[in-house]
């Protein structure tokens, strides 16, 4: 199912920890990822469709080359990823090499894509601090990703970072980490979860400036009214 890109456009302005809440307030709960951390802290938030890549434990009748330019190795598949997607890349959490490194990253930025995400370590990171291109990942490590990893599958359902992930899902990532939103609610999620993104940031404000929490947040009938004001005299101060 293919989201529109108005509804990414209100996604990469929306928090990851608001997209987990209303999420689960839908009562999908298994949608944050454990173990993708953003490599740089303050990289700029990305919403995109997944491109997903499977991952297994090498072996040692797996040939190296075929690793690492066989059908299934991520350079045979590079042209397949459309432009603006990201890439999902289930590593099976393992931390004896690298997924990528900063040349391969490099060709995907290249590309068009709009960022990693894997729950392995990624390599090279003084390349890829350099390159500023949105990665998510369970850390560093030195061995090539033929060392420990073949790349098995593409575009099929994967299990990164505790969550399950189907093609065309649409993540979003920043400094909280990454969520995942099927595709079929992704519209329904950025409308909610944009308008709570603004009340949550006027609350802030009305917290910074001194109120109290009990009838705030969360809000009673009279908070609701005057966040409604709010709204109404913003909408008629950008007229």
Not at 109 to 131: E, F, K, N, Q, W
Not at 182 to 200: G, H, L, M, N, T
């Amino acid at each position: 199912m293919e989201v529109a890109r108005s509804t990414i456009e209100i996604l990469e302005k929306t928090a990851v920890a608001t997209v987990a809440t209303v999420l689960r307030q839908m009562g999908i709960k298994s949608t944050w990822m454990l173990g993708p951390r953003p490599i740089l802290s303050g990289q700029r938030r990305v919403a995109a469709p997944a491109f997903t890549l499977r991952f297994i434990p090498v072996r040692e009748d797996i040939p190296t080359d075929v690793s690492v330019t066989g059908p299934t190795s991520p350079r045979a598949v590079l042209d397949k990823i459309p432009q603006g997607a990201i890439i999902v890349a289930d590593a099976l959490g393992l931390q004896k090499a690298g997924v990528f490194g900063d040349i391969i990253c490099a060709r995907m930025m290249h590309l068009g894509i709009a960022g990693l995400i894997t729950d392995g370590p990624i390599r090279d990171i003084v390349g890829l601090t350099r390159l500023g291109w949105p990665i998510w990942a369970n850390g560093t490590a030195a061995p090539p990703s033929p060392a420990g990893l073949h790349c098995a599958d593409s575009q099929v359902p994967v299990a990164c970072g505790g969550i399950a992930v189907f093609p065309g899902d649409i993540m979003v990532g920043d400094d909280d980490g990454v969520v995942a939103i099927p595709a079929s609610i992704a519209d329904e999620v950025a409308r909610q979860a944009s308008e709570k993104d603004r009340f949550e940031e006027w609350v802030y404000e009305q917290v910074r400036e001194g109120a109290a929490l009990d009838g705030l947040y969360p809000p009673n009938d009279e908070t609701e009214k005057r966040y409604l004001k709010h709204v109404e005299t913003m909408a008629r101060a950008s007229r």
